[in-house]
């Protein structure tokens, strides 16, 4: 099942719960918060106060993607503040393997992300442990940026890596993702797929939600078609 995460990073500020509450009207389940520090990524936006300030507004899952440095110093904070989801950086942690158990010990799902240069099998020793792995279409820090082609790569690499070694994590993806990327990263292999602009951008978070839910779920079954040998046969 694939899900849209709206991103508020594309989301009018002064109106975020009404932006979230639209959203869910939409559809969604899970709302992903971008939070940038202006060191690790070149803009700033938010933290933990926004983070508690909309678990008071909405039941939704908040899915809270750390671009920061030293993120191990502020998982108590996101925890506290009500997150559900926290990623992590692996360009970030020194020590990747404690910070995602430090992420769980708070009570929350850990995930992993890589940057558009990061290579997957970076990876392979933590995935038995994580929630999601979080692949950049775009290199992170602001919204709005063209989808980079050689993520599906990543995506298809990862998948071959779940069914490996039979794990059951999600694989997320980030940047670029709207009605003409999202065939082809749901066909790649990715089931979270966080959307800003696609979203948002048109000023209307419900209809962005629904419409961009349902090109993901067509291209989902579109794909599962394709798989069927019956399918095969009449293509070939």
Sequence with gaps: MVEVLPSILSADFAHLADEVAAAERGGA????????DGHFVPNITLGPPVVKSLRKATKLTLDCHLMIENPDQFIPDFAEAGANWVSVHYEACRHLHRTLEHIREHGMEPAVVINPATRVNFLIDVLPMVHHVLVMSVNPGFGGQKFIPFALDKIRRLKELREEYR???????????DHETIASVVEAGADLLVAGN?????GDGETGTR?????ALTAAGQAREAKKPEAVGKAS
């Design 29 to 36: 389940k899970i709302i992903h918060v971008d939070v940038m």
């Design 167 to 177: 794990l059951n994590f999600h694989i997320e993806v980030d940047g670029g993702v």
């Design 198 to 202: 696609a979203v948002y951008g048109k």
């Design 211 to 215: 419409e961009l839910t349902l090109a």
